[in-house]
């Protein structure tokens, strides 16, 4: 950590987040090293745009590892 009127060596952090791993954890370490190192954070997004229009086409779905396909929903989800 620089001591006062001393400077940083880094006066700035650059992370990649992204929506398919969720960097709640990478964001957090970098979060505590950047106000450990008194250096500003910048969070970088890239956002991959042929893959939106793909998930745009009439044929895809969304599948998560717990979905039962084509059974009915239990009380508890469809009162939830």
Do not use: K
């Not at 970088?44 to 717990?66: G, I």
């Amino acid at each position: 950590m620089p001591t006062h009127g001393e400077e940083p060596p880094f006066r700035r952090l650059v992370i990649l987040v992204d929506p398919v791993t969720g960097n709640r954890l990478s964001l957090l370490a970098a979060t505590d090293l950047a106000a450990r190192l008194g250096a500003e954070l910048e969070v970088l997004f890239v956002e991959d745009t042929d893959l939106l229009a793909v998930s745009e086409l009439p044929a895809v779905r969304q599948v998560a590892p717990q979905a039962r396909s084509g059974a009915e929903p239990t009380r508890a989800e469809r009162e939830a």
